[in-house]
């Protein structure tokens, strides 16, 4: 369970994701948010509390609520107290009733009651009931939970285990990931270290073999062979041989990648560098904008490489929906041990459209 944990953590520090542990506002950079679901209103924090803002920085929603979410599949996780739902227009359609809540997707949202977790339907009523000790949210019509005797499993929408005479002991062979992309899901075996994917009938699809590996995305994913990685696609035919000292996620095309140097720059999918190793850390597209780190702040490139918004910030999210989230910290003057996080939006033109705010 501790290596689980250990890989879980991992992942959220590669990519920023926000862990069930903890609820707070503002947005994800996983791909959680990668479909637009027509609702362009994005968490703002003002004096302590969260409200919306529209894609023109004006504010839809007051800021009444503790913490606030992005808006998916049509509705907010808000906290207030408990989590709950929102819908566009500030209303409660689900009140706020749990302890802890993931986003809705494909119609249903992981909940937490009394500790345990189970899925709700988007009217607030149990589509599965809780008995999980964790949950994650559904993709691609399967869910990765962990029941009562903290076995991992997948789920489809009923309930169902999925499960057949190949799927490995995922408590044996615990999952690297928790969700299916490309219809594959990284798992690992941890008496050998060896990374393989399973698909979504819970079939070996790739053998574990990989000493390192990630989930797909764009259609690749990145597995490391001795020390260098490089990217197959679901059926493990090889696209790019190993030969990246580091390599990210595919995403519009391009990869983030480290190949002969300390620096990043971008590939695409015959393996070219197209934009020339040059940045500090470097992040996936979204939106033809990617974030990069410069001389220790976040900035953004577009897809040829021009900065179009300055290297000024801490922390720097995906664009979603045409904005993205942007984090200055300052140091509070009246305590200088305390960090002030103060948080706003830029559009696509690198601009704010949204000054940050605390």
Same mark, same amino acid.
């Given at each position: 369970m ?7 953590l991992a992942?959220a ?9 903890d ?9 959680e948010?990668e479909?637009n679901?027509?609702?362009?209103l ?8 969260w409200g ?14 503790d913490?606030?979410r ?6 907010a996780?808000?906290?207030?107290g408990?989590v ?6 500030g ?8 302890q ?9 949202a992981?909940?937490q ?8 339907n ?8 809780p008995?999980?000790?964790a949950?994650?949210?559904?993709e ?17 929408t ?16 615990e ?6 992309q ?6 690992i075996d941890?008496n050998?270290?060896?990374y ?8 070996m ?6 000493s ?10 990145a597995?490391?062979i001795?020390?260098s +990685? @490089?990217?197959?696609?679901?059926s493990?035919?090889?696209?790019i041989? /190993?030969?990246?000292i580091? %390599?990210?996620? #595919? &995403?519009?095309g ?5 190949e002969?140097?300390?620096? +990043? @720059?971008?590939a695409d ?5 197209v934009?020339? /190793?040059?940045?500090?850390? %470097?992040?996936? #597209? &979204?939106e033809?904008?990617?974030a ?5 702040f ?16 801490d922390?720097?999210?995906p664009?979603?929906k045409?904005l993205?989230q ?20 830029l559009?696509?033109?690198g ?5 940050p705010?605390?």
């Open positions: 501790k290596s689980f944990l250990c890989t879980l992942l520090a590669f990519s920023a994701t926000l862990s069930g542990c609820f707070i506002g503002g947005l994800t950079s996983d791909d948010s479909q679901d027509g609702v362009n994005f968490p703002v924090r003002i004096d302590g509390s919306y803002i529209n894609e023109n920085g004006r504010i839809i929603i007051e800021p009444t609520f913490a606030a992005e808006f998916e599949d049509g509705l996780r808000i906290r207030e408990n709950g739902y929102i819908d566009p227009e209303k409660y359609v689900i009140e706020p009733r749990f802890d809540g993931r986003p809705f997707t494909e119609g249903f992981a909940v009651v009394d500790g345990r977790w189970g899925f709700v988007r009217s607030g009523a149990f589509a599965i009931n008995q999980y000790t949950a994650y949210s559904f691609n019509g399967r869910a990765f939970v962990r029941d009562a005797e903290f076995q991992w499993e997948y789920i489809d009923r309930g169902n285990v999925i499960r057949t005479l190949e799927t490995p002991d995922l408590t044996e062979f999952s690297a990931s928790n969700d299916f490309d219809g594959r899901a990284l798992v941890f050998t270290n060896q393989g994917f399973i698909d979504e009938n819970g079939n699809a790739v053998d574990f073999q990989y390192e590996a990630r989930s797909f995305s764009d259609g690749l994913a597995i490391k001795s020390d +990685w @490089g990217f197959i696609d679901p493990n035919s090889a696209k041989p /190993p030969k990246y580091e %390599a990210g996620n #595919f &995403s519009e391009l990869v983030a990648a480290r002969n140097t300390n620096t +990043w @720059g971008y999918k015959s393996g070219r560098m934009i020339e /190793p040059q940045f500090e850390n %470097a992040r996936p #597209f &979204s033809g904008r990617a990069v780190l410069i001389d220790g976040w900035g953004y490139i577009d897809k040829s490489g021009n900065v179009i918004a300055q290297p000024d910030f922390e720097a999210l664009f979603q045409g993205a942007v984090t200055i910290e300052l140091r509070d003057p009246n305590n200088e041990n305390n960090i002030i996080t103060n948080i706003g939006y559009g696509r033109d601009k704010y459209v949204w000054y705010t605390r």
